[in-house]
């Protein structure tokens, strides 16, 4: 009898697993462009969610469905919205219910979505292909990563914008529903605050077969201008995100270059910095930060090895780098220059960051005594903070020795002189 409850355990088990689904396994964002010359169907570029905890929960799972697949097709220039959830059967039993796919997706969704195939049809027929928000401030020339077979060219256009315009919010809105599938714990920006501004990269194209020209935005970055006494700005990146089809191709790097060279150009920034980067992001901004310091102490003629660490950190202040990121430049170049000269030199740079980064902890520490026991002996609290320091030193210092790996990647090889 015991087998038999045993056996029945497992096979309820087993059919509860299978009509549990990954996610991110079942869900695909399909970016239509338009419909596909000679057939039925669109014309689209297709990828996967990297996360699904704030749609679907901390386990990022679906249940209750058999062959389930959950299609969000974005048209490619405004982000108007068809949402398709296709199964091929559901769960039948009496104290066990499907999820609400839908009702949880809805909070996600841009406003307006429809679930209507011929509604979405109309959409697609009567998309603007061309419409951009905000003014030109750059553009570059690229090879089509989909139409390299034709030598299709397409042109990388980045536009800035405020939000006082009520279809620019309308749009935006749509546009930024994308990131809670690849940020972390990301949040909408609040569209009727003016203080905001926004950079948006736009890939131009002409379709090598219906010569249509196609203006899709695949990427942007929000900022907050907060007040800075008597009368400046401190700026902040909020948000930064670039399509995922459109990742690795330099795309980021060059948004970021033009949002720091603009904040750098009005006059009342002091100073910018960013909201909680991801790791892909801090890379792109250590590289540009670091090579906008390496290319002042160059135009200076300043060794920086033997020049103050204060004449540096007061140079990065000039460039309105923040503080917190203009010592981590310091650190990245003070690795980057030490390579050139030898693995003494390394060391030596090494150990001294170790040293100030351990001290600034310590300090901080210190400021927990009141967890300390009688006898003056740490407490678990201290002891567990300890170990935290010194896993943070470790991450710190292998992240910025990374960062001076990519540095080293993306400079010139010094040419040796000639005696």
Sequence with gaps: MSQELTAGAQEDSDAMSYYRKEACKVVTFRIVYDREPGSNG???????????????????????????????????????CFLSVMFSGAIQRLYSKPDDVKKALNPWLPA???????????LVDSEDHEKMFGEVISSYSVPSARFSQQNVQSRIIITKTDTSSAELRDFHARFETYIVWF????????????????????????????KKTYKTPIAYCSVYKFFSFPSNV?????????????????????????????????????????EEPTSAFQRIRDLEDSLIVHQALQEKRVNYLKVEASAVLELGKG?????????????ILGLYYADRTGPACSEKILSSIRNRVTQQNMRELRHGKRFCRLDGSATPVQTAKKDEIENDLKRYCDDIQSSADHLKEKMPTPSKRKR
């Design 112 to 122: 307006n979505y429809t679930n209507d195939p011929s509604e979405f049809e109309r």
């Design 183 to 210: 940020i972390d714990a990301a949040n909408f920006i609040d569209l009727e605050d003016d203080r905001w501004l926004i950079f948006y990269a736009y890939e131009e194209f002409q379709h090598p077969i219906s």
């Design 42 to 80: 669109y014309d689209v570029v297709t990828f996967a969610p990297e996360m699904a905890h704030q749609v679907f929960g901390e386990s990022e799972s679906i249940f209750g469905y058999k062959q389930i697949a959950i299609t969000i097709d974005m048209l490619h220039n405004s982000c108007r």
């Design 234 to 274: 401190r700026a902040r990146i909020s948000q930064f995100f670039v399509l995922p089809s459109h990742q690795r191709r330099g795309i980021g790097t060059a948004l970021y270059r033009t949002v720091v060279e603009t904040l750098k150009n009005m006059k009342e920034v002091v100073d910018f910095t960013v």
């Design 319 to 331: 460039k309105k780098i923040g503080k917190k990121q203009m010592q981590r430049v310091y650190d």
